[in-house]
Nanobody, 121 residues
Framework: QVQLVESGGGLVQAGGSLRLSCAAS????????MGWYRQAPGKQRELVAT???????NYADSVKGRFTISRDNAKNTVYLQMNSLKPEDTAVYYC???????????????WGQGTQVTVSS
């Protein structure tokens, strides 16, 4: 079984910072991309940032310049450094990874359980 476990969410004031972590574990053959998505109440889940195994990144326009995604391939872990947080960043943040398990020749998308980020005014 492949699992993604997220941590680092919490409550901060506007202008503050948080660092989210997501570690993949289990029967993993390879990981070709990891990323972060978020979902606010009454909203659709949206892309925040992604990173490939070659460290190519992309960001949503709303977080560009404030958030930084990074990856430790040896630890199968992706991070999201969130600076200059705004109340509109409040959401459940979900980790996503494109993973080929050892028991399959197909790449599948896996999701973490989500971690709450709340930014107060």
């Amino acid at each position: 079984q492949v699992q993604l476990v997220e941590s680092g969410g919490g409550l901060v004031q506007a202008g503050g910072s948080l660092r989210l972590s997501c570690a993949a574990s289990g029967s993993i053959f390879s990981i070709n991309a990891m990323g972060w998505y978020r979902q606010a109440p009454g909203k659709q889940r949206e892309l925040v940032a992604t990173i490939t195994s070659g460290d190519s990144t992309n960001y949503a326009d709303s977080v560009k310049g404030r958030f930084t995604i990074s990856r430790d391939n040896a630890k199968n872990t992706v991070y999201l450094q969130m600076n200059s947080l705004k109340p509109e960043d409040t959401a459940v943040y979900y980790c996503n990874a494109r993973i080929q398990p050892t028991w399959s020749n197909r790449v599948n998308a896996y999701w973490g359980q989500g971690t709450q980020v709340t930014v107060s005014s």
